[in-house]
């Protein structure tokens, strides 16, 4: 039987697959239940939906924070968990109040 698989998976198989079973094989106690990688996505698709929202949100009051490094930064902060969706406005609130500060200081 032919080998049918494309490139694509093979170097998927190969770059994070296999590396992530080796992993997974010399230490076990960081493996995840299935319950456990279900809760951390449904947490992820609740921050990228609060993001969704908010982006919306300033998009309606004529800005549009989509490109700007500082605002990425702290959206992709939030995704992975490393601050709450409160840290992550308080930051992004923190920023805007400073830009506006150094704007009326021109």
Known sequence: ME????PAIEKWLREQVGPACDNLKADPLHALTV?????????SRERMEAF?????SLR????DPIGDVHYEAIKARVIVGELTIAEGK?????????QSAADKAK
Do not use: F, M
Request: aromatic letters at 0%; charged letters at 40%.
């Open 3 to 6: 080998d049918t698989r494309s």
């Open 60 to 63: 309606l009051e004529g800005l």
């Open 90 to 98: 308080a930051e992004i609130l923190a920023r805007h109040r400073q």
């Open 52 to 56: 969704r929202q908010a982006e919306a």
């Open 35 to 43: 319950d456990e990688v279900q809760a951390r996505r449904a947490r």
